[in-house]
Nanobody, 133 residues
């Protein structure tokens, strides 16, 4: 079981930046994927970025491509999501997720399809991001 703790959310004006962090602890396999999802009020949860350890492939949803960057610090077991040029449409609860299931690793590393909630079994508690115009 992997425990995930997000931090870094908050309120920012349009055009601003925030960096979210997700620290993993517990039983982490040598190869695992971490992803960022977000859920706005009244909308379904959307996978916006993902990356697996040992892979340079990074997934970005079209809605965040060019503005958000996922990165990791393996030594700290921490993933980050650098968000820039934020707009009010980015307002949502942001969740990090992790999984070491080989099918999840393949989905993310191959970019076969966007990651879905079903690909991840470990979730953080979420951190709110609010962007005002």
């Amino acid at each position: 079981q992997v425990q995930l703790v997000e931090s870094g959310g908050g309120s920012v004006q349009a055009g601003g930046s925030l960096r979210l962090s997700c620290k993993a602890s517990g039983s982490t396999d040598s190869t695992y994927c971490m992803a960022w999802f977000r859920q706005a009020p009244g909308k379904s949860r959307e996978g916006i970025s993902a990356q697996c350890t040992g892979s340079s492939t990074r997934y970005y949803a079209d809605s965040v491509k060019g503005r958000f960057t996922i990165s990791r610090d393996n030594a700290k077991s921490t993933f980050y999501l650098q968000m820039s040029d934020l707009t009010p449409e980015d307002t949502a609860m942001y969740y990090c997720a992790a999984d070491s299931n080989p099918s999840t690793v393949w989905v993310v590393s191959s970019s076969y399809r966007p990651p879905s909630e079903a690909d991840f079994t470990n979730w953080g508690q979420g951190t709110q991001v609010t962007v005002s115009s």
